[in-house]
């Protein structure tokens, strides 16, 4: 856990390398690069209905700084000290068209289609801490749509699509680096099931394919794919489209993009109760005494969303487990592909200024804890060296966990509640991530038309009741 540079500029270990000594492999040729710091309703910005700020949502962007080389080199010229802020403070209102718990992505997407797709702009996000505190700026960011049902890849494919002209459409560089996916298959059974999966995507236009372990090698020289392992590698599911981005820019770009349309985001607010009358929401109650009269609520809480459901009475399937994830020192670029290994419960991509990040699965009971464990670093180190021995000497720089929502099909649970008004977009477990843009988008068409999305018909609560499940537990188990 040190940041300290190594002897001889290499990634060497040290006494507090908590890789040091756990394999015998060295870090030859990677040498340590420096670390650079390291909805049937319309709305107004006025809450009048019908209608936004200026006729045309998209337009509302142009209300804050546009960035670009021009305007960089403009405040350069300028002297200007300081940007203006990326999305302002707002007094609270007395009510809200649509009141969204949790400025995750989710929320956050939500918030931004909502105003720039249907033209609802009296929105509020509200969040108990910051925005992107919970596990949108917690997760290891990889995005891929290779999932085993044609629900789920549909539904994920369409995120991949609005997160590759993201950057363009809210203005503001979320360094999608669209890496390529391996799924590792150490068994039978697993290369069945990349079988099947692959044969799915395709049916549904997605680039997958299983490839041999010589194949492997060439994408990933550092692999160990010789037959004398302990879990030899016997193929893996490659997926080109799938990657890495920065989560922080995500959460950051959709901020200030739904702020520029009239969205009113705010933090350290925290909603403590829901009213209803007659079966339908009337309004939330915040920590602190204010309360909120709004006939929409969209729980967005990802693993706080029982707390939140249990306010009106919704019962949901979802169990709330931690997720640790770590990161090391900087290295050169060698790893171009993400590796997941289902077998070993492990995964790794390389960011672009050089750190690997590893993540592996839920953490084994259920808890609120946000705290890394030991246990974590030791498992997950003898994991990674199975796979990558040539790592052993390479030093984490810091590990973490957040909370996540399991549900017992690992599909989320999207869409209309029994209650009016109280709408969920939960259950998004250990890859939720990848699914915000098209999420967002989904979310605030249901909300917006008073019917759900076809993208997410699947997702609904009610498929609990009918045994209607969408398993997506063979694309999913391993944490990301
Ligand atoms: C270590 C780790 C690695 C992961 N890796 C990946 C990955 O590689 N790819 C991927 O796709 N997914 C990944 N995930 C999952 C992903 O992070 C989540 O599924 C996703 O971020 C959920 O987003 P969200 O907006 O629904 O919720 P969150 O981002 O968790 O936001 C919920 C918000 O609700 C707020 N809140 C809670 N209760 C209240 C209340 N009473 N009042 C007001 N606000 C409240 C919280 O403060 C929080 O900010 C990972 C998760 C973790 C923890």
Redesign the pocket.
């Known amino acids: 856990m040190s940041a300290e540079p190594g002897r001889n500029g290499a990634t060497s270990g040290s006494a507090n390398g908590l890789f040091s000594g756990l394999g015998k492999g060295l870090v030859n040729g990677l040498g340590r690069i420096s670390a650079r710091g390291g909805g049937a309703m319309r709305g107004s910005a006025n809450g009048s209905p019908n209608g936004s700020a200026n006729g045309s949502p998209r337009n509302g962007l142009a209300r804050s700084a546009r960035y670009s080389a021009f305007s960089l080199l403009r405040h350069e010229l300028r002297g200007s000290a300081e940007w203006p802020r990326a999305w302002r403070t707002h007094e609270l209102r007395d009510s809200y068209d649509v009141v969204i718990?949790?400025?995750?992505?989710?929320?956050?997407a939500c918030a931004y289609y909502l105003a720039a797709n249907h033209g609802i702009t009296n929105v509020a996000v509200?969040?108990?801490?910051?925005?992107?505190?919970?596990?949108?700026?917690?997760?290891?960011?990889?995005?891929r749509s290779n999932y085993l049902t044609p629900e789920g890849v549909r539904f994920y494919d369409r995120s991949l699509e609005l997160y590759r002209n993201l950057a363009a459409e809210l203005n503001f560089n979320v360094m999608f680096s669209r890496k390529g996916h391996l799924t590792l298959a150490h068994n039978d059974s697993s290369l069945r099931t990349m079988h099947w999966r692959a044969e799915v995507n395709k049916l549904q236009g997605v680039d997958s394919s299983v490839i041999d372990p010589d194949e492997i090698k060439k994408l990933v020289p550092y692999l160990d794919t010789s037959a004398a392992t302990r879990y030899p590698i016997l193929g893996a599911l490659y997926h080109p489209p799938g990657g890495?981005i920065r989560?922080d820019a995500v959460?950051w770009g959709y901020a200030r993009a739904a702020d520029a349309l009239g969205v009113h985001l705010h933090q350290q607010?925290?909603?403590?109760g829901i009213d209803t009358a007659k079966g339908q929401v009337t309004g939330v109650q915040l920590a602190g005494g204010r309360q909120i009269a709004t006939g929409t609520v969209l729980n967005?809480?990802?693993?706080?969303?029982t707390?939140?459901s249990d306010m009106v009475g919704v019962r949901m399937p979802v169990q709330t487990f931690?997720?640790?994830?770590a990161v090391t020192e900087p290295v050169r670029p060698f790893l171009d592909t993400v590796v997941v290994s289902g077998t070993l419960h492990v995964?790794v991509s390389q960011t672009d200024r050089g750190e690997l990040v590893f993540?592996a699965s839920v953490d084994p009971f259920t808890s609120y804890s946000m705290r890394g464990s030991l246990d974590f670093v030791e498992g997950l180190a003898g994991h990674v060296l199975e796979l990558m021995p040539a790592l052993s000497k390479m030093r984490l720089l810091r590990q973490?966990?957040?909370?996540?929502?399991m549900t017992p099909d690992y599909s989320p649970i999207m869409g209309k509640t029994p209650v009016d008004g109280f709408y969920t977009?939960?259950g998004?477990?250990?890859?939720?991530?990848?699914?915000?843009p098209v999420?967002g988008e989904t979310m605030a068409e249901t909300i917006a038309t008073g019917r759900p999305a076809s993208l997410i018909s699947a997702f609904g609560l009610d498929r609990f009741e009918r045994g209607d499940l969408v398993g997506e537990k063979g694309a999913a188990a391993v944490?990301?």
């Open positions: 718990i949790g400025g995750g992505v989710h929320g956050l509200l969040d108990k801490g910051y925005l992107g505190g919970g596990g949108s700026g917690r997760n290891t960011a990889i995005l890495i989560h959460n607010t925290e909603v403590i967005a809480t990802a693993g706080w969303s707390l939140i931690p997720l640790q994830a995964y993540g973490w966990a957040g909370l996540c929502d977009d939960v998004w477990g250990t890859y939720g991530f990848k699914a915000g999420s944490g990301h």
